[in-house]
């Protein structure tokens, strides 16, 4: 029997084929020539119309035919579909893990700066970027993030989670909710303030407020949902906030499910994202409606003078809409950060909204 080979002898011999006959025929000699000829045969003019005819509808055929070919052409589809779905998914994943490793490395630069070098590192930084106005008296960490983006105003960080994250605030109130830290789309978002917040140089608001995706990869806020257990709220009954002024603690008073919209509970909402109030009676009044409404008792307390943290997510496993919402307030001058955490429980005379107790069946 004669074979050919179609190699020259300068490179490695890849396929035979017999003498005389078709290219259909050939030989392959490896599976990467395997791979090559499918990929030639099943995208030749040929290939694509025996696809067609085999997978679409064409003229003559029959009624049952034609159903099974379109059903068969429909789950293709959604094959693919979830295919590159599911790589953008975990694309945009990685990425934005390796964003905020990215980060923490960032801030570490200029985290423990002595006092003595301090000028000469805040030199060199507006050396580096002459075209940015640094607020006097930031912290230098985070100056090489300020750099870059100006809507930077702080840190978060909650023990025993992956929420460790950077903290934007803009004049356009849901601007981050949709954009990451380089303001480039994202479905993450970024965690953010609410834009009617005081959090700077000259001081805070009453009340804190921030708001963050939670999304079912466990990315962004979604840990939060520790604090729906007693288990997960002993495990970080204290957060720490940095401002680009100033690092304080902030102890967990309370956790809350509640309705977004009116017709989740009988044409009510309940009122709490207040940045600052009128008085001290209106603040302790919000405070009691929380403590009401809070699925733990944690045992701490809220005083007329102090300053809370309100952290927002949406929560939809039980009812359409839910909304699950952290609260804690700074630890005082001279008060120990200490928690007695042996004193929570679950409150199960906790008030939910309308939507929740139809969904348990209430």
Known sequence: MNYQSINSFEEPARIIRRA???????IPASIGESIRLSFKRAFSAEGVRRFRRENFPVKG???AESIRKIVRAVAFCLIVAGLVFYVVYYHNYRERVAQYGKFTT?????????????????????????????????????APLYAINQDV?????????????????????DYYLYKDFYKKSSRYG???????????????????????????DGLMFHQL?????????????????????????????AVMLTNSTSDMNNGEVFLYLYPDFSSDSSFLSLINGIYARSMIYTGVDVQAGDTILTLYTCYQNIFSGGRLVVFARRVRDGESAAVDTSVAYFNGNAIFPQAYYDAMGH
């Open 225 to 253: 949902t520790k604090y729906m257990t007693v288990e997960g709220y002993k495990a970080a009954p204290v957060i720490q906030l940095e401002t680009l002024y100033e690092q304080s603690e902030w102890k967990i008073f």
């Open 106 to 142: 960032i801030i570490s630069e200029y985290e423990n700066v002595p006092e003595v070098k301090l000028e000469k590192a805040w030199s060199d930084i507006r050396e580096k970027y002459p075209s940015v106005s640094f607020p006097e008296g930031m912290n230098i960490k985070y």
């Open 153 to 173: 105003v702080g840190w978060l960080t909650i023990p025993n989670t992956n929420i460790s994250t950077v903290l934007m605030q803009s004049e356009y109130s």
């Open 61 to 63: 055929d029959g009624a």
């Open 190 to 216: 970024n965690p953010f303030v609410d834009t009617n917040c005081r959090i700077g140089r000259d001081g805070t608001s009453k009340n804190i407020i921030i708001y963050g995706h939670n999304t079912h």
């Open 20 to 26: 005389g006959v078709p290219e259909e025929e050939i």
